[in-house]
């Protein structure tokens, strides 16, 4: 009996360490979950943001396709070489400002700070047997001002057909407060 008594002895003290080792352990693993829980809404939220820019970008792009369409006869009488490519779509100035030539081809787009703009730039021909080229550029938004998406579609148009030629722009073409 007195052995047994002696184990005890020796074994006092010992549970306190160990559940509050536990504990920590759990402490730190649930932090953990509630960080990578946090970075997923983040991460959510964010793609949710780039992909209400982005449809409201192509939905500028295919409204104002439509537009340089609908003017197709005007286009036609564009002839000579078709120069390098326009850059007014990378100013500051066609998108904002008094002297802005984008246009807001819908009043009002839902779950954006401001609806979709376009803007649309008319080249001459490359070659002899091609009418014109047309760029429209397309800027979407989203909930939060640095959440645009920026879409591009040049047409191509001869005798022989219309070609498309469409793209996206990664990055936003000006940057800050410059002109």
Not at 52 to 73: K, M, W
Not at 101 to 110: I, K, L
Not at 119 to 132: K, V
Request: aromatic share 8%; proline share 6%; charged share 20%.
């Amino acid at each position: 009996m007195k052995k047994h008594f002696r184990l005890r002895r020796s074994s006092r003290g010992i549970a306190l360490p160990i559940v509050l080792l536990m504990s920590s352990m759990l402490l730190v693993t649930a932090a953990a979950w509630l960080e990578a829980a946090l970075v997923s809404a983040r991460t959510t939220t964010n793609l949710g943001e780039r992909v209400q820019a982005f449809h409201s970008a192509d939905s500028a792009l295919i409204r104002c396709t439509r537009i340089a369409l609908d003017s197709l006869p005007e286009l036609k009488n564009l002839t000579g070489p078709l120069a390098v490519e326009s850059d007014k779509w990378r100013l500051k100035a066609s998108f904002e400002g008094a002297s802005a030539s984008a246009v807001m081809p819908f009043a009002s787009w839902p779950y954006a700070i401001r609806p979709p703009q376009c803007l649309i730039e008319i080249w001459p021909a490359r070659a002899n047997d091609q009418a014109g080229a047309v760029l429209i550029t397309a800027r979407g938004f989203g909930r939060m001002a640095d959440n645009e998406s920026w879409l591009q579609q040049e047409i191509e148009m001869s005798e022989s057909g219309i070609v498309r030629h469409w793209r996206r722009i990664v990055a936003k073409p000006f940057q800050g407060n410059l002109p």
